[in-house]
């Protein structure tokens, strides 16, 4: 397994830099935990009967993406781009028809667009969306909450591509 483009956050930078750091590196570390993987590869599911896949897994957080900085963070009224109300876990239900090329090209996307929804705003901004609660999040929530979604997701690609080729690390 080779690393994708991605470089070490910062130690020494402000808040702002630094989160935003930090969530790029672990957004490239997903990428290189599927780089090298042929599509069938992508699509292997974990331990069957579960769907759990890195091509579901990219999916998903396709969706938390576009959930937390266009819906959340900018009130955007989006549909959900793989699930539905008949499979509300749609992200994971991954087919053959389903690709790296496609998924990587929408969640690549995804990210653009966050970026450029979060650039429109500062650290203590609060979201035009609310949560359960009722409430508004903060953009410095909403990307230390977007750190530990990768973050814990990258534990579980890390299983998942040691069981389907045997690679580890990165």
Known sequence: MTPAER????????????L?????????TLATKCAGLTDAQLREASVPPSPFTLLGLVRHLTEVERFWFREILAGE??????CTEEDPD?????TESDTWAGTESVWRAEMAAARKVAADHRLDDLSQGVGSAGKPFNLRWIYTHMIE???RHNGHADLVRERVDGATGV
């Open 77 to 82: 009224e989006l549909p959900d781009l793989y």
């Open 7 to 18: 470089s070490e956050p910062a130690i020494d930078a402000a808040e702002r830099p630094m």
């Open 20 to 28: 935003e750091g930090w969530l790029d590196y672990h957004r490239e």
């Open 90 to 94: 749609g992200d994971f239900s991954v």
């Open 149 to 151: 979604e990768y973050a």
